[in-house]
C-alpha cells in the first residue's frame, strides 16, 4: 500500500507534528487527530505520536475559543515524520517569518509537509507549494489562487504531490488521515477506523468539496440548473436574461416561472443573490478593496454595489472586514 513518497516505518511508532496556528479549526484538527488515535486504540500499539507545536509556545487558540496548550514552540528541536499546519480563521492575515523559515528548515529535513484547510495557504507563503498541485478549502480558494499563481489549485478533498500533502479540511481531515493510516498500515485498519466513526463511505482525495449546485439550490429542475451554473460562471461580466434562456433552452417567461417555482425568486434576483455571495466570500477572504471588489461581481461602482449587499444581508460590506480580521465564521 506504500509509495516512494510516503514509506512505511516499520514498526516503530510514526511521530506526527501537529503546527496549530491561532484561530485553527478545531473541526480540522479533531478531524486528523482523532483518526490517529483510534488507529493506536485499534491496533492495540502506539502506531503514532504526535506532539503540538505553536508559534511563540503559548496556548493555541481554536476559532470556537477552544485552547491546547502545547508542547513545543516553533524553532524547538523537533524531529517529526510529517508535520500537520492547521489554520483557520484567516490564514491570508498569517505573516511570521521565523515560522515559514522553519516549515523550510523541517521540509529540508525530509518530513512531509501537510496542510489542512489554512494550513495550505501557510505551507504556500513559506514558498513549499510551488509549482506542485495542491488544495484548500473553497472558501480560500479565489484569495490562494491570486497570491500563488504557481500552485495548481485543484477542488478535491486532499492532493498528494510527492511529499507535501494538502487538504480541504472540516470533515475531509479524516478522510486524508484514514488515507494516510491505510498508506502505511494496510486496509483492514483503514476501514476499521472508518468503522470506529461511523463511516460507511470512504470519500476519495478528488471527491467535491461542495455538494452539487442541486443540492444547494434545493432546485431539481434541468433547465434552471444550467441556468444557475451559467449565473456563477459569468458573475465578473453578468450575462442577460436572453442568454440565461438560451442556456437553459427555453424562453425567458418559460424561465422565470421556472425559477419562481424552483427558487421562489425571479431570474434577476436570484441573479443578484449569486453576485452577492460571491462578494461575502471575497470580502472575507482576500485583500481585494471594495472597488475591485465590486467589479469583480458585476456591479458598475461601489455606491451600486454598497447599496445591493446592504440591502440583502442587512449589514454594510465593511462589516465583513471587521469579521475578516477576528476570523469570524470561517472553516
Not at 481585494?288 to 465590486?294: C, E, H, P
Request: proline content about 4%; hydrophobic content about 45%; overall charge positive.
Amino acid at each position: 500500500m506504500m509509495n516512494d513518497d510516503m514509506m512505511a516505518y516499520g514498526t516503530a511508532p510514526r511521530t506526527l507534528g501537529l503546527l496549530l496556528v491561532n484561530q485553527f479549526a478545531l473541526m480540522a484538527y479533531a478531524s486528523v487527530v482523532e483518526a490517529y488515535r483510534a488507529a493506536n486504540a485499534l491496533s492495540g500499539r502506539t502506531l503514532y505520536r504526535w506532539s503540538h507545536v505553536s508559534v511563540d509556545g503559548g496556548p493555541c487558540q481554536a476559532s470556537n475559543g477552544a485552547t491546547i496548550l502545547p508542547d513545543l514552540a516553533v524553532g524547538d528541536p523537533f524531529a517529526c515524520d510529517a508535520l500537520f499546519v492547521f489554520a483557520g480563521g484567516d490564514p491570508t492575515l498569517f505573516d511570521d517569518a521565523d515560522t515559514f523559515g522553519w516549515l523550510r528548515q523541517m521540509a529540508a529535513r525530509g518530513a512531509v509537509m501537510i496542510g489542512v484547510s489554512g494550513g495550505a495557504y501557510v505551507l504556500a507563503r513559506a514558498g513549499l507549494l510551488e509549482n506542485r498541485r495542491a488544495t484548500v478549502h473553497w472558501e480560500y480558494r479565489e484569495a490562494f489562487v491570486e497570491a500563488f499563481p504557481s500552485t495548481i489549485c485543484e477542488p478535491g478533498l486532499f492532493v498528494f504531490d510527492g511529499r507535501r500533502v494538502t487538504c480541504a479540511g472540516g470533515m475531509a481531515g479524516m478522510d486524508l488521515a484514514i488515507e494516510l493510516i491505510e498508506r502505511d498500515h494496510g486496509h483492514a485498519l483503514a476501514v476499521a477506523v472508518s468503522d470506529w466513526f461511523i463511516r460507511p463511505e470512504a470519500r476519495l482525495a478528488d471527491r467535491p468539496q461542495r455538494q452539487s449546485l442541486s443540492e444547494r439550490y434545493g432546485v431539481s429542475n434541468q433547465r434552471v440548473l444550467r441556468a444557475l451554473a451559467e449565473m456563477e460562471g459569468r458573475i465578473e461580466e453578468p450575462v442577460s436574461r436572453q442568454r440565461l434562456a438560451a442556456v437553459a433552452g427555453v424562453g425567458i417567461r418559460q424561465l422565470e416561472r421556472l425559477f419562481r417555482a424552483e427558487t421562489g425568486n425571479g431570474l434577476r434576483e436570484t441573479y443578484l443573490r449569486v453576485r452577492l455571495a460571491h462578494a461575502e466570500r471575497l470580502l472575507r477572504n482576500t485583500g481585494l478593496n471594495m472597488t475591485a471588489i465590486a467589479f469583480a461581481c458585476g456591479f458598475a461602482n461601489t455606491s451600486h454595489f454598497s447599496r445591493s449587499y446592504r440591502q440583502h444581508f442587512g449589514r454594510p460590506p465593511s462589516h465583513e472586514r471587521v469579521r475578516r480580521q477576528t476570523g469570524a465564521g470561517k472553516p
